[in-house]
């Protein structure tokens, strides 16, 4: 008989503590949709201060925004990291056209890629070589490259549902086709900007020379979907076109910017941490907004809603805004060196990198015990529509924060339209929808939430005190 009494005992108090647990959860969504202030918060970011390249003044301003407004939020400790970034600029506006013969000319549009070094200042003209990818390019050789600009036009595969896959699977040739191109003899690269959809916005994002010699360094560009069709085209009907672009970007020294932190001490395990955040940066031709303002200001609501909800948090809930993730990594770094250093304990880390979408899920780089815990409280989330718990990475910026201990994890917000916007000039502030941006932000509340009671399942000590 005792042993019936047990089971009825345990069987009682699960249902009470996931009767709690629903009720918590609710109260953060409610809240996220009633007394929203993440938006407006985007709205500063993106309409009064803009695209916040590293180094830029843009980001410094947003710098100085975002720590008044989690001052505002009564935290317990906000304060600045101090780290060194570099300071890439644009410089005048890039332009290039094809010339079917001499005199007759298609302006396309183009865009510099981070990290690139300008063209001469009178530009480049010179015959122009298509190739789907890094690996054309090689079977080619030099007898079919020197002196010659590449056009790498590798598409996005339209037909992967997870836009992220179709993304890795064609960005090496922007990140890397200079340095492999320049290895061949070109005189510079063309490179079909990362998008699904046909337009007419190029799309920046970083690129590497990977040490190689400033001497033999090379200018890339990114050129739009249409422009990289009518390129295409253009070059099957004649092969001996010519392709002229000037760029005038410049690679400075580097200066100092911040990481912007702030949290809320836990009240029983105030040495144990649990991160949220994004990163504070953005690329300079949009203002930034899905990319990643959305998921700065998502971070800084996880710490509002819990307070306003009146949830003691039994460890300690920090957000981070992290500086430099598009072009270096330099804040995530500085951060993690910080967290050794000072012997740290994070328990778990959330990053929100992927847009101000409706919400689908969590991605989770963690062991197959905590995993079992998480996919436990998947049915608490199905009210709201959120069922997408799957194992994969946590993101760039805490990604120098794993171990054998930590749990980390990114929001999966719905994908389709992220890479109409990503790291382009329409990524702006009209493009995010308010009711999409705040339940991702109550999407991540709830799951912080929970770890925050029940711990880690590689964290014995506390777990589930």
């Known amino acids: 008989m005792k042993y019936y009494w047990i089971l009825y005992f345990f069987i009682f108090t699960t249902c009470w503590s996931q009767q709690e647990d629903a009720a918590q959860i609710k109260a953060l969504y409610d809240m996220s949709l009633s007394d929203a202030k993440g938006y407006d918060w985007l709205n500063h970011l993106s309409n009064q201060i803009g695209g916040r390249l590293s180094g830029s003044v843009q980001a410094e301003q947003a710098i100085t925004?975002?720590?008044?407004?989690?001052?505002?939020?009564?935290?317990?400790?906000?304060?600045?990291?101090?780290?060194?970034?570099?300071?890439?600029?644009?410089?005048?506006?890039?332009?290039?056209?094809?010339?079917?013969?001499?005199?007759f000319t298609n302006n396309l549009p183009i865009t510099a890629l981070g990290g690139s070094i300008a063209t001469p200042s009178a530009g480049i003209k010179a015959n122009i070589v298509e190739v789907q990818g890094i690996e054309e390019l090689q079977k080619l050789g030099r007898s079919k490259i020197e002196g010659k600009l590449v056009f790498f036009n590798k598409p996005m595969d339209p037909t992967l549902i997870n836009t992220f896959s179709a993304y890795s699977g064609c960005v090496d040739q922007r990140y890397s086709g200079a340095k492999e191109a320049a290895a061949y003899g070109a005189v510079g690269v063309i490179v079909r900007s990362m998008n699904l959809r046909l337009d007419d916005f190029p799309h920046t994002g970083s690129m590497s020379y990977d040490g190689l010699p400033l001497n033999e360094r090379i200018p890339a560009a990114a050129i739009s979907t249409n422009g990289a069709?009518?390129?295409?085209?253009?070059?099957?009907l004649n092969p001996n076109i010519l392709f002229y672009f000037k760029q005038n970007c410049r690679q400075l020294l580097d200066v100092t910017s911040y990481n912007v932190i702030g949290e809320i001490k836990g009240s029983k395990y105030?040495?144990?941490?649990?991160?949220?955040?994004?990163?504070?940066?953005?690329?300079?031709l949009g203002d930034g907004s899905h990319d990643d303002g959305?998921?700065?200001?998502?971070?800084?609501?996880?710490?509002?809603?819990?307070?306003?909800?009146?949830?003691?948090?039994?460890?300690?809930?920090?957000?981070v805004l992290f500086m430099n993730e598009e072009n270096g990594l330099r804040g995530a770094n500085?951060?993690?060196?910080?967290?050794?250093?000072?012997?740290?304990?994070?328990?778990?880390?959330?990053?929100?990198?992927?847009?101000?979408?409706?919400?689908?899920?969590?991605?989770?780089d963690c062991s197959d015990k905590n995993f079992e815990q998480i996919l436990s409280w998947?049915?608490?989330?199905?009210?709201?529509?959120?069922?997408?718990?799957?194992?994969?990475?946590?993101?760039?910026?805490?990604?120098?924060?794993?171990?054998?201990?930590?749990?980390?994890?990114?929001?999966?917000?719905?994908?389709?339209?992220?890479?109409?916007?990503?790291?382009?000039?329409?990524d702006?502030?009209?493009?995010v929808?308010?009711?999409e941006l705040q339940l991702g932000a109550a999407t991540m509340a709830s799951l912080v939430f929970l770890f925050d009671k029940y711990g880690t399942k590689t964290n014995t000590a506390t777990s589930g005190k």
Request: glycine letters at 8%.
């Open 270 to 284: 105030p040495e144990e941490v649990i991160l949220v955040g994004g990163h504070l940066d953005s690329w300079d």
């Open 294 to 319: 959305a998921g700065c200001v998502q971070s800084m609501e996880v710490l509002r809603l819990l307070k306003e909800t009146g949830y003691k948090p039994k460890r300690t809930i920090r957000v």
């Open 65 to 103: 925004y975002t720590k008044e407004q989690l001052d505002l939020l009564g935290l317990d400790k906000v304060w600045l990291q101090e780290v060194q970034v570099p300071k890439w600029v644009r410089g005048a506006p890039e332009f290039a056209y094809i010339e079917t013969s001499p005199g």
């Open 229 to 236: 069709e009518l390129l295409s085209t253009t070059l099957t």
């Open 433 to 435: 929808n308010k009711r």
């Open 334 to 364: 500085a951060y993690a060196e910080r967290v050794a250093a000072s012997n740290e304990r994070h328990l778990f880390a959330l990053e929100s990198d992927s847009g101000g979408f409706t919400p689908r899920g969590f991605s989770f």
């Open 378 to 426: 998947k049915s608490l989330f199905e009210p709201y529509l959120v069922h997408l718990f799957i194992k994969g990475s946590g993101g760039a910026d805490i990604g120098p924060l794993k171990n054998d201990q930590i749990v980390l994890a990114a929001l999966r917000p719905d994908s389709q339209r992220y890479f109409d916007h990503h790291h382009a000039e329409n």
């Open 428 to 431: 702006t502030f009209e493009h």
